[in-house]
């Protein structure tokens, strides 16, 4: 029995743009080995013994006080670096992919040779996004691989931060499929290589922007409160593993207000209520059990919208081919 294989249309997109594929799965590998190096790095020179003074020595690895610092840096800032994917997918999708054929009317060739308009975006699109999802989610693998063991535990890899929150869960890959819907609409719409690679990058970004602010926003917070019994009595209620909203103190009536702004006395500019005597401390915050709420209702949110603009791609392209 012979293995399946691509074969029409699809074969022939993979083909015109395999140079842009293997510079993808190139970057994928280039990730995981540098990855696996540093993974190796942590375990072969562990974390120096004793603090290090001006006055004594310590042992560091490539100007770094440990690999596992090395690697915990490497993985943050390769969190954020993948809120990047998601540009890069859609600007490919509206640029050499669409807005290029658009523009040179390549694609009134394509629907001559056998190939109906329809079928001709469909391809084009299921052939995109499986491959934006599939080297996503590689990318995500690697970054699960590195930050292994990390997560929740250095500082600089809390599961709310922003990438570790994208990069750890399904959001990320329905970004790279709005990316994928926004580049088909715009590379339709606008039919200029640059232009639809420059409106595809503005609106997945400003989705990317707007959704990050806002996700917080999705879930109630939950709410601490404890009476004021001295002058800390308002720090540290809540886990060192939540994500804390807001916190400060409160008055008889239950007016809130940050002590740093008004004690001893109001700080020019800010706004205080009248009593600033505190009588209970509070904190606004998720427990790391929000996590999979935010998660399923933001990705919820991005594929509805990644929906819409393909649907909207469709209907576009059967009124001009009508």
């Known amino acids: 029995m012979s293995l399946p294989t691509l074969h029409g249309p699809r074969w022939a997109e993979l083909r015109l743009h395999r140079t842009a594929l293997l510079t993808g799965?190139?970057?994928?590998?280039?990730?995981?080995?540098?990855?696996?190096?540093?993974?190796?790095?942590?375990?072969?020179?562990?974390?120096?013994?004793?603090?290090?003074?001006?006055?004594?020595?310590c042992e560091t690895f490539l100007g770094f006080p440990s690999a596992r610092d090395l690697l915990s840096i490497s993985m943050s800032n390769g969190a954020v670096a993948l809120l990047l994917v998601p540009l890069l997918i859609g600007v490919f999708v509206a640029g050499p992919m669409l807005g290029r054929e658009m523009e040179s009317g390549v694609y009134k060739l394509s629907w001559t040779q056998s190939v109906s308009p329809t079928r001709w975006l469909a391809t084009k699109v299921t052939t995109a996004a499986a491959l934006a999802a599939g080297g996503t989610?590689?990318?995500?693998?690697v970054f699960r691989f590195g930050a292994s063991g990390m997560i929740g535990v250095r500082w600089d890899l809390h599961w709310a931060d922003r990438g570790v929150y994208e990069t750890t869960g399904p959001a990320l890959v329905a970004y790279a499929l709005l990316a994928v819907a926004a580049g088909t609409l715009a590379g339709l719409l606008v039919r200029r290589t640059l232009l639809a690679m420059a409106?595809?990058?503005?609106?997945?970004?400003?989705?990317?922007l707007l959704l990050g602010n806002a996700r917080w926003h999705l879930v109630p917070a939950l709410t601490r409160s404890k009476p004021a019994t001295g002058d800390s009595s308002w720090v540290s209620m809540w886990s060192t593993n939540s994500f804390v909203m807001d916190q400060g103190v409160t008055n008889?009536?239950?007016?809130?207000?940050?002590?740093?702004?008004?004690?001893?006395?109001?700080?020019?500019?800010?706004?205080?209520?009248?009593?600033?005597?505190?009588?209970?401390?509070?904190?606004?915050?998720?427990?790391?059990?929000?996590?999979?709420?935010?998660?399923?209702?933001?990705?919820?949110?991005?594929?509805?919208?990644?929906?819409?603009?393909?649907?909207?791609?469709?209907?576009?392209?059967?009124?001009?081919?009508?």
């Not at 989610?137 to 693998?141: E, G, R, S």
């Not at 409106?199 to 970004?205: D, E, F, L, R, S």
Request: proline letters at 7%; one cysteine or more; glycine letters at 8%.
């Open 137 to 141: 989610l590689a990318l995500m693998a």
């Open 199 to 208: 409106a595809t990058g503005v609106v997945t970004g400003l989705v990317l």
């Open 252 to 322: 008889a009536a239950g007016e809130r207000f940050y002590p740093g702004q008004c004690l001893p006395k109001p700080i020019p500019g800010y706004s205080c209520p009248t009593d600033t005597k505190v009588v209970s401390a509070y904190a606004d915050y998720h427990p790391r059990s929000h996590f999979w709420y935010v998660q399923l209702i933001e990705t919820g949110i991005v594929l509805a919208l990644a929906a819409a603009a393909v649907y909207a791609a469709f209907r576009i392209l059967r009124r001009r081919a009508a």
């Open 25 to 57: 799965g190139a970057l994928v590998v280039a990730a995981l080995a540098y990855t696996g190096w540093l993974r190796w790095a942590a375990r072969a020179y562990p974390e120096p013994t004793g603090a290090c003074t001006s006055h004594g020595t």
